[in-house]
């Protein structure tokens, strides 16, 4: 890159845009500038690489959720200048770290199954993957979350008020969407998602709905202003938030528009060599072009879409329509909560969509056939069924139609295979694959922890280890070396205090650097188990007032969480663990020995800061309930170590750093089956009445301890625990919880020791980098070669 020139850029951009030299400029036009001109720095090679990719198989991964965060940053670093820019920045005055906060996040996702959706975009990319990712263009991305009086209250997101330089809109690629009561544009935005170390740019296309005409002239002449943009107002409803609310029918029809609207474009986009009939191509043909990645149930109205275009559109038979359908999608499964298995009623369906219908209800016949012919009775064929109860289960229909079905981590898949989904596994038993999770090393690590990562490159001698994360395996031998454990906790602690220096800017609370950071951030849900973790706190509060010499290292609890607007009771956990930070931030006697904060709006650029400075990593969900979490390995990765139960990928995480440098604890997935087969079941009121320190921290819920501002919220909770059963085993894993943390404490006091255990962590975690995951996507699914750009 030469300076000169980009310099010359982005004043080109400052002056065009806003009509400023860069001096003049407002932090946010410098930020639109820069992004702009190093932009123009790709696009070249965006587009050769689009010639390139076209040429040969590609895959498509289409997903409801992308959780990209900032661009700026990622950006730089992956196009290796992220140095450079910082200085020629310095030359004229500009703190790059300045602009880099100016960004909005990209929030288009709740969690980790987004999260993984921008992963696996940042890793197809430095993998030299023909992949293009697939999604809606929400105009409002997921809500602000702020804390008031310690409970979540939502504001709207508007990530787009600066602009979004980083995407190309392009209207020549628009396409029709049609539904059954109106039609609307599907207009794409292309963003560049640039590689780490070599010249292919991918593209992440999102869809924006647009009415068809921008208002009606006759209603506006009419002087009926309301009517004369109502088509526009339907139109850009379908892109304007993920997940609305759908407690009552008119939510729920939205919803379900926006699926089709994101299958319906993405397809007719895919396939347009074909149906515009540019490409002579074999339909038997259509498996060895395409892959299609389902990112769990939401896209997979595009199996019957793609029938209906091949069909309707091609004249292609049904039975050829269908069998290519089986040969292109493969469907990932993220989940083994049946509330999040998709089913739609079939009278909605046939609402929005009829010709749909009409091939959802084929595919069922004909799957009946198929299963009679193999032997199966009418009781057994009426679990498989596409359509049940008048609803279609989109999992049944992504089971029975796609080639392939992956779980998220080896314990998940066993699960799916052993229990959840044992009799399409029986069924279907080459379909099942398992494609443990990873997370990208250059956002993760490269990016977030330049201290560390400048470390890693001094000791292993090359920054390889930034597209090649195996590599780092070769910290291991620094294990006894003082020079390298002392510069590593030197690291850690410099990264706590920039995250104290940024929780008292932003949040107002004052944390000790020289605390063990123990952190919890992750969607705010009660298998997620936040719950047991604040009960924990307060025993310990309890015992520290009780006995002030209580031998613990000075403590920082941390907590990061956005809660579903309509989850009640996920609500009054934040409003819970408040309580609790007031309760304990404001008693001066304990001497600030231990302080809890909730930090507000965690999102992507705040997990960034939180990741690199934590020493535990809490993990202790429900054994069996989460299929993977990749938040437990950007943690790992930055040499915090796993408190966990044995579940999702923290099985995996152990097997590769060994137990002895993490702290397991909890009841295994065998174990919570057992006590659930027993004749009287789990009895969560006899752990309750046999521990007295546990019966105090959850009567604190109904004995007036706390006030819920008398919404009746904790008194919920308690329920949820005593009456309701305990459904996530909370108190049943209680004690082996305050065992393990003692543990903790123990070990923390052995700071040598400590930092040999964090090495260990960084040292083995190179599994998962998304780049691993996304190859073996590549070759174990799709069946596709990387391609490089010369
Ligand atoms: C990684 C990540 C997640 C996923 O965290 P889990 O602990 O795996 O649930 C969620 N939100 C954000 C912002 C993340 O970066």
Redesign the pocket.
């Known amino acids: 890159m030469n300076k000169q020139e980009l310099k010359n850029n982005i004043n080109r951009y400052c002056k065009v845009k806003y009509g400023k030299t860069i001096s003049e400029s407002k932090d946010y036009e410098i930020f639109n500038a820069l992004s702009l001109a190093l932009l123009e720095e790709v696009v070249d090679d965006w587009n050769a690489t689009k010639k390139l990719y076209s040429e040969q198989k590609q895959a498509f991964y289409l997903s409801a959720e992308y ?1 990209m ?1 900032r661009a700026l940053g990622n950006n730089l670093i992956s196009m290796g200048v992220y140095e450079e820019v910082k200085e020629l920045l310095q030359e004229l005055n500009i703190n790059l770290n300045q602009i880099e906060e100016i960004e909005e996040d990209a929030g288009l996702g709740n ?2 199954l987004g ?1 993984l959706a921008a992963c696996f975009m940042d890793s197809g990319a430095t993998m030299n993957i023909p992949l293009q990712g697939y999604g809606i263009r929400y105009s409002n991305g997921l809500f602000n979350q702020k804390i008031v009086d310690g409970a979540q209250v939502e504001e709207i997101d508007t990530w787009l008020k600066y602009g979004d330089p980083w995407s190309i809109r392009r209207e020549d690629e628009a396409v029709v969407v049609d539904f059954k009561d109106y039609s609307v544009k599907a207009v794409p935005y292309d963003m560049p998602i640039i590689s780490y170390g070599s010249k292919n740019i991918n593209t992440l296309r999102l869809w924006q709905a647009e009415p068809l005409v921008e208002f009606d002239f006759d209603y506006f002449n009419a002087q009926d202003y309301a009517k004369a943009t109502a088509m526009k107002n339907k139109a850009e409803d379908i892109s304007r938030v993920l997940y609305p609310n759908d407690s009552k029918e008119a939510g729920k029809l939205l919803r379900l528009r926006q699926q089709y609207f994101m299958v319906s474009a993405s397809l007719k986009d895919i396939l347009a060599p074909v149906l515009k009939g540019e490409e002579k191509l074999d339909v038997k043909d259509l498996g060895s072009k395409y892959a299609v990645q389902l990112n769990d149930t939401h896209p997979v109205l595009a199996i019957p879409e793609f029938i209906r275009l091949l069909v309707d559109e091609r004249g292609v038979s049904f039975e050829e329509a269908r069998a290519a359908a089986q040969k292109v999608f493969a469907y990932t499964n993220h989940t083994i909560l049946a509330e999040a298995l998709e089913k739609w009623d079939v009278k909605l369906i046939n609402k929005l969509f009829p010709r749909l219908l009409e091939i959802i209800k084929e595919l069922d016949k004909l799957f009946i056939e198929e299963l009679k012919i193999a032997g199966y009775t009418k009781d057994q064929i009426e679990e498989f069924r596409i359509i049940g109860n008048k609803q279609v289960r989109m999992a049944n229909l992504a089971i029975h139609m796609g080639f392939a079905v992956n779980g998220v981590a080896a314990l998940h898949t066993e699960i799916l295979k052993d229990t959840e989904l044992s009799n399409w596994y029986k069924l279907y038993p080459n379909k099942f694959q398992n494609k443990t999770n990873g ?1 990208t090393p250059r956002r993760w690590v490269r990016l977030c922890n330049q201290e560390l990562s400048a470390f890693i490159t001094e000791l292993l001698g090359t920054e390889d280890w930034v597209k090649d994360l195996s590599k780092l395996k070769g910290l291991e031998k620094y294990i006894n070396e003082d020079r390298v454990l002392n510069r590593l906790t030197a690291i850690k602690k410099t990264k706590k205090e920039q995250l104290v220096a940024y929780i008292k800017k932003v949040e107002g609370v004052e944390l000790d650097p020289a605390s063990l950071f123990d952190i919890q ?3 705010l849900h009660e298998y ?1 188990r936040q719950l047991l973790n604040a009960f924990y706190i307060l025993d310990l509060y309890y015992r520290l007032k009780e006995n002030p010499s209580l031998d613990i290292p000075k403590v920082s609890f941390i907590f990061g969480a956005k809660a579903f607007p309509g989850y009640v009771r996920a609500k009054a956990i934040v409003k819970f663990i408040g309580e609790i930070a007031k309760l304990i931030n404001n008693d001066a006697s304990i001497n600030g020995k231990m302080k809890v904060i909730f930090v507000e709006n ?3 650029s ?2 960034e800061k939180l990741f690199p400075a934590a020493e535990i990593s809490k ?1 202790i969900s429900t054994a069996g309930k ?1 299929a ?5 390995m ?1 943690f790992m990765v930055n040499g915090a170590l796993t408190f966990g139960t044995y579940d999702g990928a923290n099985v995996e995480i152990v097997q590769e750093a060994k137990e002895e440098n993490n702290f397991i604890f909890g009841l295994r997935v065998e174990e919570i089956e057992a006590i659930q087969g027993l004749e009287e079941g789990y009895i969560p009121e006899a752990y309750y009445e046999a521990q007295k320190d546990l019966k105090k921290v959850v009567d604190s819920l109904i004995d007036g301890t706390f006030s819920d501002g008398g919404t009746g919220e904790f008194k919920d909770l308690y329920h949820s625990l005593i009456k309701e059963g305990d459904t996530y085993f909370l108190l049943a894993d209680f004690k082996a919880f305050k065992e393990a943390e003692d543990k903790v404490f123990e070990a923390y006091k052995d700071q040598r020791r400590w930092a040999q255990m964090s090495l260990m962590n960084i040292a083995n975690a190179g599994i998962f980098s998304s780049d691993r995951t996304i190859m073996q996507y590549a070759t174990e699914i799709w069946g596709i070669t990387p391609i490089t750009l010369k």
Do not use: C, D, F, P
């Open positions: 959780l965060g969690g980790g999260r997370i951030i992750k969607r997620k965690y999102r992507v705040y997990a993990q989460e993977s979490g990749t938040g437990n950007k």
